[in-house]
Structure formats: C-alpha cells, structure tokens
C-alpha cells in the first residue's frame, strides 16, 4: 500500500496564482520529500525536510510537515506555465526503510 | 556530473523478444534503484541495491524480471520473455543514503508489441 498520498489528484490554475498540494501518510516517517516530473522527463527532487522541522523555503516553493496530523503541503507562490508538471511526495519511514513514492498531484498552470 | 545515465532511450520490441535495460548511477551513489512508470500504477518500485547487492526485489513483477549490478557503475534490468503488459517507462534512479535524495535517469520508453 502507499504510504503517502497526495490530494487533490490534479489541479488547474490560471498563471499567478498559488498552487497548494498536500499528500498525507500512514505511519511515522524520518523525512518527506516533493518531486516534480515534467511530461516524459524523469522525476527531479524539489526540496526534503525532516521529521523535527515543520517548514521549509526554497525560492518560491513552500512545504510544511504536521507530523501529529501526519500531512505535508507543497505551496507553489505566483504560479508559471513552466510550473506545469506532476508533483510527488515521498516518505522516508523510520526504521531506515526504503522512501516510498505517493502517486502524485498534476498540476496544470494556464497562461 | 552527467547524472543518472540510462540506455536506451526507446525500445521497441515484440512479445517474446528479450529486453534489457541500462543505467549507470552517479559515481558516489551507493544505492541504486529501478522503478516502472504506467498511467494505470503509477511509479512503483521494483528493485534496489546497495553497494551493487540486491536488498529488495519484492516490487519485481514476477520471473521474467531479473536485474543485476555487477559493479558501482552499471546495472540492467532485463525482461525475458517480454510481454505487451510490460510496455512502460523505466526509471532507474541513484542515491548517497535510503532515504535521501535520489537523482533519476531520463527513462527508457518500452513498447512491448
């Protein structure tokens, strides 16, 4: 089964606005990360952050980790076309296991 | 650093036809990881490595798949036979650490006719 699942499924906004996904799990985790996949590119790391931090910045990207609630968000801020892509979370288990991918959020951003 | 190398780019082959995959992670990595892409699954997760040692090949389909990794810098990923239902994209995908950041490959596009 998935240990993170990302809502909603898919997303479209118009170019400028804000873009918020959020990807929920079952059990307790080290780190979560967000991907983004570009239409037949391979998946590319956007930003980790780890169990004791609760938000974290990276140019117009925003994610915060509520680990009572066990859920992430992914705030994309001013949105482009270029934005256009699907997004993943994936979980980092304790225990040391293997990070396991949800299936994703596309985004759709219009000009 | 060229990133995650894999080849070939596309295949396309018929049912029964042997396929095999390629990739050479980032020099460094020490785990290595092959996944599966379709619309209908999504990513999963069918292999990996550590330190060119199988850890867990429970995502592996059935017996028609087999990957190796013979050294720090190459693995395949081979189907045989190959069938239509196998028609994906395969991603294989480094990393320093388990649960640290992996660094994908571009994909090799299969079409099992």
């Known amino acids: 089964s998935q240990q993170g699942e990302e809502d909603p499924q898919a997303l479209s906004i118009q170019e400028g606005e804000n873009a918020t996904m959020n990807c929920s799990y079952k059990?307790?985790?080290?780190?979560l990360q967000w991907y983004r996949q570009n239409s037949g590119r391979g998946l590319v790391h956007l930003i980790l952050?780890?169990?004791?931090?609760r938000e974290k910045h990276s140019g117009r990207l925003r994610v915060t980790l509520d680990t009572s609630k066990k859920s992430s968000s992914l705030l994309i801020t001013a949105s482009r076309a270029a934005d256009t892509a699907s997004y993943f979370c994936?979980?980092?288990?304790?225990?040391?296991?293997?990070?396991?991918f949800g299936a994703g959020t596309r985004l759709f951003v219009k000009a | 650093d060229a990133g995650v190398i894999q080849s070939p780019r596309h295949e396309v082959t018929e049912m029964g036809q042997e396929v095999t995959l390629r990739c050479k992670p980032i020099?460094?990595?020490?785990?290595l990881f092959w996944y599966r892409q379709t619309m209908m699954r999504g990513l999963e997760l069918l292999i990996y490595?550590?330190?060119?040692?199988?850890?867990?090949d429970s995502g592996m389909p059935e017996d028609r798949f087999s990957a190796k990794m013979p050294n720090a810098s190459f693995s395949t990923l081979k189907i045989q036979p190959s069938e239509p239902r196998d028609s994906a994209v395969y991603f294989c995908?480094?990393?320093?650490?388990?649960?640290?950041?992996?660094?994908f490959g571009p994909g090799t596009r299969l079409l099992v006719l």
């Open positions: 059990t307790s985790i080290n780190n």
């Open positions: 490595f550590n330190n060119n040692v199988p850890i867990d």
């Open positions: 952050i780890r169990s004791n931090e």
């Open positions: 994936a979980t980092g288990p304790t225990g040391g296991f293997k990070t396991i």
């Open positions: 995908a480094s990393s320093r650490q388990i649960q640290e950041t992996q660094y």
């Open positions: 020099s460094g990595h020490d785990y």
